[in-house]
């Protein structure tokens, strides 16, 4: 059974920094995609970034391009979401999720994962 713990979150200023963490075990990680999702107060989830097994090749939402960084350590089974110039309007409980396909591109779609962490949340103020 995979198991996903995200750690890293916190309430910062608007213009800090954070990086998130994801550790997965219970799946050959190194050849399934990963990806970030994000749930604010009162709204849908919804996508923030993905990485397919290699690390080659990234996604993100359009909000967070240029701001997040998405990587991957396969020798440490973990997954990374760099944050800087944070804004309120990233305010929400994070989670990283792991494909339901090994090798596959990564998916912005929800659908495309079935497995979850607990969240972390991170909070940015003005």
């Known amino acids: 059974q995979v198991q996903l713990v995200e750690s890293g979150g916190g309430s910062v200023q608007a213009g800090a920094s954070l990086r998130l963490s994801c550790a997965v075990s219970?799946?050959?990680?190194?050849?399934?995609?990963m990806g970030w999702f994000r749930r604010a107060p009162g709204k849908e989830r919804e996508f923030v970034s993905a990485i397919n097994f290699s690390g080659g090749t990234t996604l993100y939402t359009d909000s967070v391009k240029g701001r997040f960084t998405i990587s991957r350590d396969n020798a440490r089974n973990t997954v990374y979401l760099q944050m800087n110039s944070l804004k309120p309007e990233d305010t929400a409980v994070y989670y990283c999720?792991?494909?339901?396909?090994?090798?596959?591109?990564?998916?912005?779609?929800?659908?495309?994962?079935?497995?979850w962490g607990q969240g972390t949340q991170v909070t940015v103020s003005s």
């Open positions: 999720a792991i494909q339901q396909s090994p090798i596959r591109l990564p998916g912005r779609g929800p659908e495309s994962y079935d497995g």
């Open positions: 219970g799946r050959t990680f190194s050849v399934y995609g």
